[in-house]
């Protein structure tokens, strides 16, 4: 099970902090991935951190604003998000996959989704 949190109202150019929570059994040897799903738009690829936490992969689109680690002893991955932009709005989603690298970005490769938290970035 994947539980997110962090998400909230910030205005442009702040900052927040999105959580992704794992269960033990969970988290172990698998690849977490952010997603997220503006309204009207298909979800989308954002980050994701390999198992040993060696290979990182971001969309195109957060490079240089967004950072996504991984604490294996609290079972738990971060995105730091900074310089938010109003099209950072969106439900963010972490999922996981048995796949490592590299770390794949379409949806269909992962089976286990946490229930998202909403980030909205006024201008």
């Known amino acids: 099970q994947l539980v997110e949190s962090g998400g909230g109202l910030v205005q442009a150019g702040g900052s927040l902090r999105l959580s992704c929570a794992a269960s033990?059994?969970?988290?172990?040897?698998?690849?977490i991935t952010w997603f997220r799903q503006a309204p009207g738009k298909e979800r989308e690829f954002v980050a994701a951190?390999?198992?040993?936490?060696?290979?990182?992969d971001y969309a195109d689109s957060v490079k240089g604003r967004l950072t996504i680690s991984r604490d294996n002893a609290k079972n738990t991955v971060y995105l730091q998000m900074n310089r938010l932009k109003p099209e950072d709005t969106a439900l963010y989603y972490c999922?996981?996959?048995?796949?490592?690298?590299?770390?794949?970005?379409?949806?269909?490769?992962?089976?286990?989704w946490g229930q998202g938290t909403q980030v909205t970035v006024s201008s």
């Open positions: 033990e059994r969970t988290f172990s040897r698998v690849t």
């Open positions: 999922a996981q996959t048995n796949k490592d690298y590299p770390p794949p970005r379409k949806e269909l490769e992962y089976a286990n």
């Open positions: 951190i390999t198992w040993i936490g060696g290979s990182i």
